[in-house]
């Protein structure tokens, strides 16, 4: 019996995710078995006990249950700590483990496939939701020259920057006369067809702007590309999140070049 794994949604029938592990299981020689479980969405401790009882061995879990499994596990890695919120559990015996592997995605997205430098650069994060607060720690692991935090509601900007040391919130509106190196979008307006924030700040030359929407070109975007600033969408850090992943359940971290190349394709 090969081991199962799965990722636990709703909705979950877009997710790439079966396919990205299924090539990740083939490329390295493990024998796994990794499926898309759509939980209720009142279901999801439920499903995941399910999944434990019939022989789960781990699974990743995306919107909108990050924050229930958080509190489901039994145990927390500090970057799954520090962003409130797991994308990765695994079960051993009567302990649930939860993990965030959505950070090193995208810093890995950036570095390794980009090749987007983090370290000196004057950075800023727009909007402070879940998907903000999980890259921050990691991001600044990376020892930016500066992390600014922007976001629609100040008041939820300035509470994520205080969490961590050395990074400051503001609105978006506070932006005008700034210049940045690296702009990497967090906010859903991609996904929910919002008015994207409007990019009052200035971009340094060879500005990059990465938006964590994939599989769209964003209004964000467009605005990022006319611009002159060079662009990318979330792509990469989907599949860097698996690996990662990945690495945590089998102790192997796969190659994501082809497997990137192939969800481009497709
Ligand atoms: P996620 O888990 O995807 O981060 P979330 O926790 O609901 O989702 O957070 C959504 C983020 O996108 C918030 O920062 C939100 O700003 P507010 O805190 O002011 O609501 C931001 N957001 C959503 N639509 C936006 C828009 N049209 N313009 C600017 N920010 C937007």
């Known amino acids: 019996m090969p081991d199962r794994y799965a990722v636990i949604g709703h909705p979950i029938a877009h997710s790439k995710s ?42 990743n879990v995306t919107v909108p249950f990050k924050e229930e499994a958080f509190r489901l596990a039994t145990r ?13 559990l695994t079960f051993a015996g009567t302990e649930i483990l939860g993990d965030n592997t959505d950070g090193a995605g995208l810093v890995r997205d950036l570095k390794r496939n980009l090749g987007v430098g983090i370290a000196g650069k ?9 998907a903000a607060r999980g890259v921050v720690m990691p991001l600044l692991a990376e020892q930016p020259g500066q992390l600014v935090i922007a976001n ?29 190196d ?19 700040f200035t971009f340094a030359p060879d500005a990059f702007v990465y938006d964590m929407v994939y599989g769209r070109e964003t209004d964000f975007l467009r605005q990022a590309l006319a ?6 969408d979330g792509l ?18 796969p190659e994501t070049a082809p497997v990137l190349t192939e969800l481009r394709a497709a």
């Open 236 to 253: 990469g850090m989907l599949v860097e999140q698996a690996a990662e992943a990945f690495l945590v359940w089998r102790g192997v971290l």
């Open 182 to 200: 690296l702009v990497i979008n967090a906010t859903s307006a991609g996904l929910t067809g919002g008015v994207p924030p409007r990019l009052t």
């Open 18 to 59: 079966p396919r990205i592990h299924a090539l990740f299981a083939a490329q390295t020689g493990q024998d796994m078995r990794y499926e898309a479980l759509l939980a209720p969405l009142d279901g999801f401790v439920a499903t995941v006990h399910e999944f434990i009882a019939a022989g789960g061995r781990g699974a």
């Open 152 to 180: 629609r509601t100040v008041g939820k900007a300035l509470a994520l920057a205080s969490t961590f040391p050395t990074c400051t919130g503001c609105g978006l509106d506070e932006l005008d006369s700034r210049v940045f």
């Open 227 to 232: 611009a002159g600033a060079v662009v990318a």
């Open 76 to 88: 927390l890695s500090e970057r799954a700590r520090a962003a409130g919120a797991v994308n990765t």
């Open 122 to 130: 004057r950075v800023l994060l727009l909007g402070a939701g879940g």
